[in-house]
């Protein structure tokens, strides 16, 4: 069988090149070395019928319009805005710290502007943003970038904040109001149905065949195509030849409760400063699922194993660099995805970018 494109890897990125292409006239051969498509938002039942992500909390939201509608085609949603809160010597508080977080944390009673006013005064303002650590200092001071970042970071990447890139802190606000939302994008739905019903229409198309529990490796040399469209880690490629480059692991801890309706007040609640693991997820409040008991998960911060997070910090954007040269010159492939383009990609920039992708094949 004689293929236009092989795209290895069913994840957003895979799934996302696999429809555009075929229903632009393309034959397309989806391969996937897990038993299943949905990458790491792959959700599922576990034994108890509770819907959970085995690969961790998995919550869409975007600000792209396109993006949303793109995927509308696809899925009805869920409306669900996701809350977060830290828990720091027995208490719980908002994250993105906000108004309340300051309140609770110091026992005062500041409306908006003495919110300000207060971060203001304890920041510590500095010329440039390159490290993690600049962000947090600048924005919210040491004692709450002390309380609030520097020991969830040392665990979840095995790294202090001053070794990382500026984005990965970054991608946490602060906030004067109180508005506790994790996210502010105009888009913030589930797919109603779960994730992987969502795949499962995405790769419907009379074009499109799908081989799951195929590594390409083993396969490349016994297909026929034109294209390959690679979303897997970028060095993994090219036999790791100029070294292996560094991604974050974890691994999850799923736990049923059985009899228990609620276990905790948010859908996240994260651990900055004890505990192994950095966060608990309790699945029910992102899906809305009406359950007797209830499924959570733990995730523990790991160096090796699967590859789940590219690590943000200019030794590694070097290397990576020098795989992409190789990658720019290897001709009839594209490299799309969080791995495959070594970005810390939410899902709907893995979408746009599989989008932007596929218009420059076609
Ligand atoms: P993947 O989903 O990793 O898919 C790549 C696929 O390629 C995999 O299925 C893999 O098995 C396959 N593959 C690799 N090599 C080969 C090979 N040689 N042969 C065959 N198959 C191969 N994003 C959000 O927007 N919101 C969230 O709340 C969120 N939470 C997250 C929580 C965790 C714990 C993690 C790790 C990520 C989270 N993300 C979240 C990010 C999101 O998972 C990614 O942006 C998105 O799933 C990446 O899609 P992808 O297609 O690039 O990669
Ligand atoms: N972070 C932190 N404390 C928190 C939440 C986040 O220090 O309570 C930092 C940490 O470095 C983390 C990064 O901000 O890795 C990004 O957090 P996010 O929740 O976006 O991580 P993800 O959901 O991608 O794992």
Partial sequence: MKYDFVIVGAGFAGAVCAERLATN???VLVIDKRNHIGGNAFDCMDEHGVLIHPYGPH???TGSKRIFEYLSRFTDWRFYEHRVQAHIDGNLYPIPINRTTINKLYHLDLNEQETADYLASVREPRERLTSSEDVVLSSVGRDLCNRFFRGYTLKQWGLDLSELSAGVAARIPTRTNDDDRYFTDAFQFMPAQGYTAMFEKILEHPNIEVRLSTDFHVLRSIIEYDHVVYTGPIDAYFDYRFGKLPYRSLSFQHIHL???????????????NDQEYTRITEFKHLTGQQHAGTSIVKEYPRSEGEPYYPIPRPENEALFQRYNELAEATANVTFVGRLAQYRYYNMDQVVGAALKAVEALL
């Avoid at 059985?258 to 900055?272: A, I, K, L």
């Fill in 25 to 27: 006239g393309q034959r």
């Fill in 59 to 61: 919550i869409f939201h």
């Fill in 258 to 272: 059985s009899g228990v309706e609620r276990f905790q007040s948010s859908g996240t609640v994260n651990y900055p």
